[in-house]
């Protein structure tokens, strides 16, 4: 397995040689290839300061744009990419801050079947 590690103000950021099988996806209202979500499960004893990981998480996305949603009753935020290629991007690594590791899933959208 390949990887590289770089380390940038507190964050460690870790590109793996994933193969597509093994990235997460989840349902979401209004999903897209463009849109990244991220799990505040590993911080909710933290309470807001899950809010404020996310708000210094999108300050170290470096050379990337995108938006930042927050959704207070899921407790999840998302990041909404302006190209499919940032959003793979950001999905082939994963990121520790704080010896805690932010778990990145890609959504998609509700299809009528």
Same mark, same amino acid.
């Given at each position: 397995?390949?990887?590289?590690?770089?380390?940038?103000?507190?964050? *460690?950021?870790?590109?793996?040689?994933?193969?597509?099988?093994?990235?997460?996806?989840?349902?979401?209202?209004?999903?897209?290839?463009?849109?990244?979500?991220?799990?505040?499960?590993?911080?909710?004893?933290?309470?807001?300061?899950? #809010?404020?990981?996310?708000?210094?998480?999108?300050? *170290?996305?470096?050379?990337?744009? #995108?938006?930042?949603?927050?959704?207070?009753?899921?407790?999840?935020?998302?990041?909404?990419? *302006?190209?499919?290629?940032?959003?793979?991007?950001?999905?082939?690594?994963?990121?520790?801050?704080?010896?805690?590791? #932010?778990?990145?899933?890609?959504?998609?959208?509700?299809?009528?079947?």
């Amino acid at each position: 397995m390949q990887y590289g590690t770089e380390k940038r103000g507190g964050f *460690h950021y870790t590109s793996l040689g994933r193969n597509p099988t093994t990235k997460i996806k989840m349902l979401c209202y209004m999903g897209s290839d463009k849109k990244i979500g991220m799990s505040w499960a590993r911080f909710k004893d933290e309470g807001r300061g899950a #809010f404020e990981v996310s708000k210094i998480l999108s300050k *170290h996305i470096l050379d990337l744009y #995108f938006n930042n949603q927050e959704d207070f009753k899921v407790r999840k935020p998302y990041f909404v990419f *302006h190209s499919i290629s940032d959003a793979q991007q950001l999905m082939e690594k994963y990121i520790i801050y704080e010896g805690k590791r #932010f778990i990145f899933y890609q959504t998609f959208r509700y299809k009528k079947i």
